[in-house]
């Protein structure tokens, strides 16, 4: 894995032969690896090694995975979490928001799983930023996840307007050209008629004025500072 040698990463997971795989795992790759049996004990080894990267359980006793970084959220909003969970529901996704969490994970969780989503954590450690873009005070939308949430609410997508959004977000300091639509959500053919269709669907789904148009050139989508 890329830049991970001299991080620090706490795995925290309460079934043992979990845990030890993945520690064993990531070892190969970073020489500081520490590993908590429950979310009581994972806040101790936070605050004792300050790690860069938390992996969690969700369902952990003495301390739930979600309980223990609304904690941690509390005074730290820079170290990058992960969590595994078996379930995923519109509650949860609400939440890993508002925690902002890097990634989740579906259980079973695979080497290229873990892999991917250490991955992920270094880039916005290394770029000092949060996945979760801010588009106004009501909105905001999850880079990594890929998901749009008004409020409490998670608003549906179809595959071309995640993608249109996808491409919009993670490049929203400058405007993406007509090009680069047509090769991200249509793969080498747009019309005018399908850009003009999908653009008035999300502009519903988006904050008023959110998605400029910036004539000539292509779309822009607008954040608050």
């Known amino acids: 894995m890329e830049n991970l040698k001299n991080l620090k990463i706490l795995y925290i997971e309460d079934e043992e032969i979990i845990?030890?795989?993945?520690?064993?795992?990531l070892s190969f790759f970073c020489e500081n690896v520490y590993e908590a049996e429950?979310?009581?004990?994972?806040?101790?080894?936070?605050?004792?090694?300050?790690?860069d990267i938390i992996i969690c359980d969700i369902m952990m006793?003495?301390?739930?995975?979600?309980?223990?970084?609304?904690?941690?959220?509390?005074?730290?909003q820079k170290t990058q979490v992960i969590i595994a969970t078996a379930r995923i529901d519109t509650a949860f996704l609400l939440k890993a928001a508002e925690l902002r969490l890097v990634k989740y994970l579906t259980k079973p969780i695979t080497e290229s799983k873990l892999h991917s989503a250490i991955n992920d954590a270094i880039k916005f450690l290394t770029q000092d930023h949060s996945n979760i873009l801010d588009l106004n005070e009501q909105y905001r939308y999850d880079l990594l996840n890929k998901n749009l949430f008004k409020e409490e609410v998670l608003i549906s997508l179809n595959k071309k307007e995640s993608l249109f959004l996808e491409l919009c977000a993670k490049n929203h300091q400058r405007t993406i050209t007509y090009?680069?639509?047509?090769?991200?959500?249509?793969?080498?053919?747009?019309?005018?008629?399908?850009?003009?269709s999908i653009v008035k669907d999300l502009r519903k789904k988006l904050p008023k004025d959110c998605l400029k148009n910036i004539s000539g050139m292509g779309y822009r989508l607008q954040v608050v500072k």
């Open 61 to 76: 006793p003495r301390l739930n995975g979600l309980e223990l970084i609304e904690k941690i959220r509390t005074k730290d």
């Open 179 to 196: 090009s680069e639509l047509e090769n991200y959500v249509w793969e080498g053919y747009m019309t005018e008629q399908a850009l003009r």
């Open 38 to 51: 429950d979310g009581l004990q994972g806040y101790q080894m936070y605050q004792k090694h300050k790690p």
């Open 19 to 25: 845990r030890h795989n993945a520690v064993e795992y």
